[in-house]
Each structure stands twice: as structure tokens, then as C-alpha cells.
């Protein structure tokens, strides 16, 4: 047998069980064997009888790899066995760091609803006090002029203040609809984020709850009565 | 001689040289080779293990006139776990020797 085919029998052996990478990287260990005896003077015969059968060396190569192997996913699995708390909390820990931005982004969309309502309070109070002062300005300059413009300047002036009261009243009743706007779109998104969270659909707008819990109640009272 | 204690022997045998210094295949295949009859290509399935387990890393060196030599270093885990096989042996070696003389 020469080098070349002691080589090639490897080869065959080990294709069938390990990965072509594998085989290519021990045959180069070999070849490297080879060629180091070479250089010191040894003869191909006496590097393969020292070697040893290709098939036994094969078979065992097979065999370490594979070992190897299996042992390496094998490994994290007995540990847990003997110390579980540890691992219990680099799990918790874990788990901590993956739940963190979602908790974040809770918060911030609270935060952000929070910032919104109490912006649109603030909008909806200072309309309505502007709607109001208006009113007033509009009625107290009809008081004033009376006394002192003609009869033309005064229509004139009670319609002008008509208008102002009615523009107030009218950017009143446009801030509620703008409020009710933002409080539906609102509700609209923590339903989206409950539904991609949970993977449940968010049950009827908020409206609603505020009407349902009275009827049952006075249902279950009617019945408690009767039970009694 | 048992063939897995005969590898487990040889596995504690190449990680100690290799502690000693580098070496490349060759190298190791001669000086476990030049005490014992063992056959020379169960050395390198030996190699092959004890480097996927991480107690080996391994470099190529390019030589004159033939393939490199790929060298073996030994790691820290490497040390670890011969440290524990030379504790072993000599607990198992004492042990044996006390019951051949018969304590």
C-alpha cells in the first residue's frame, strides 16, 4: 500500500459518517504525517505499518468526532441539575433585560397619554375661558355702546359681539372634538399594543364598561332579593 | 492493558507535553511513540478530540519543502483539566500500589 491510497482509504471511511470539512482536515493532518517522515528518512511502508490498519484508525477518528460532538450540547444539561438557583437567576436576569424595553415603551406610551390628556385639558379649559371672556367682552361692549353710539353702530356692535360669542362657543365645541379625537386615537393604539402583546383582541371602548357593570349588578341585586 | 484506559493514559501523557511547549503532530506522534507500541494514527484522533473540547488551540506553521505543521497550544481549560488528571492518576497510582503490597 502506498501513502496515496492509505489516504484515499481514510478518506472513504470517514465521508460516510463525518462532513466533508471534517475529513478534509484530518486527511491534511495525515498527509502532513506523511510528509514529516518523509523528511526523516522514513519509507512510506514503515510510516503506514506504524500508523496502524486505516479502517481501525478511521473507525476511531469517527468515533472521537462524534463523541465530541454529542458531548457538547450534552454539557450545559447536566449543570442546572446540580445547582438550580443559579441558573433560575441568570434566567429571571435574563429575562429582566428582555422585558426592559418593553416595560420602557410601556411607560413611555403612558407617560405620552398622560402628557397628551393633561395638554389637552389645559387646551380645552383655556378655549373655554377665552369663549367665555369673550361672551362677556362682546356683552359688556353692547352695554357700553348703548349709551353712547347711535342706533346703526349699535347693531352693529351687538352683531359683531354675536359673532365673537359664537366663534367662542364655536372653538369651545371644535377643542372637545379635537379631545375626543385624540382620546379615540389613543385608544386605538393601546388597543393595537395589547393585541401585539397579549395576541388578545382589547375588549369594547372605554365608554362602555362605565354602562355594563350597572345593568348586571342591578340584575344580581334583583335576583339576590328574590333568592332571599 | 484496557484500550480506554490504555487512551485515557495517552490523552494524559500528550496534554502534559504539550503544557511543556507547542508542538505540531509529528512531533507529539514521536515522543508518545518512543515509549510505548502503540499505534501511531490512534494519536491523532486524541489530537482531534482534545482540541474540539477547547483544551487545544492550534496554528499553522509554514515549513520548508512540505505541508505546514499545524501546532497545538495548550489552553487555560487545557490545564484545568490536565491538572486534575495528574491528581487523579497519582491518587489511583498510591491507592493500586498499596493494594499490590498488600497494605
Known sequence: ?228 | MNTQFRKGVIEMCILALIDKKDMYGYEIVQAISRHTDINEGTVYPILRRLTMENYFSTYLVESRGGPARKYYRISPAGKLYLQQMVQEWSETTQTVESILRGE
Open chain 1, 1 to 228: 500500500m502506498t501513502k496515496l491510497e492509505y489516504l484515499k482509504l481514510l478518506e472513504t471511511d470517514l465521508q460516510k459518517r463525518l462532513s466533508q470539512y471534517e475529513t478534509d482536515e484530518i486527511i491534511r493532518d495525515y498527509a502532513e504525517y506523511f510528509a514529516e517522515g518523509a523528511s526523516q528518512g522514513k519509507t512510506e511502508e514503515e510510516m503506514i505499518n506504524n500508523l496502524g490498519d486505516p479502517a481501525v484508525v478511521a473507525a476511531q477518528l469517527v468515533e472521537e468526532t462524534l463523541s465530541t460532538r454529542e458531548e457538547v450540547p450534552a454539557a450545559p444539561v447536566p449543570t442546572p441539575k446540580k445547582g438550580r438557583s443559579p441558573w433560575v437567576t441568570v434566567l429571571l436576569v435574563l429575562l429582566g433585560i428582555c422585558l426592559l424595553p418593553v416595560a420602557l415603551m410601556v411607560a413611555g406610551g403612558l407617560l405620552f397619554a398622560a402628557a397628551v390628556v393633561i395638554g389637552c385639558g389645559i387646551f380645552l379649559v383655556g378655549m373655554a375661558v377665552a369663549g367665555v371672556l369673550l361672551g362677556i367682552l362682546g356683552l359688556g361692549a353692547i352695554f357700553m355702546y348703548i349709551a353712547v353710539l347711535p342706533p346703526a353702530a349699535i347693531a352693529a356692535c351687538i352683531t359683531g359681539c354675536i359673532a365673537i360669542v359664537a366663534a367662542g362657543v364655536l372653538v369651545f365645541c371644535l377643542s372637545l372634538q379635537v379631545v375626543k379625537l385624540i382620546w379615540k386615537l389613543l385608544c386605538w393604539c393601546w388597543a393595537k399594543l395589547y393585541t401585539a402583546i397579549t395576541k388578545k383582541p382589547w375588549p369594547a371602548p372605554v365608554s362602555q364598561p362605565e354602562v355594563q357593570p350597572n345593568l348586571p349588578q342591578s340584575f344580581e341585586a334583583e335576583e339576590g332579593e328574590n333568592n332571599a
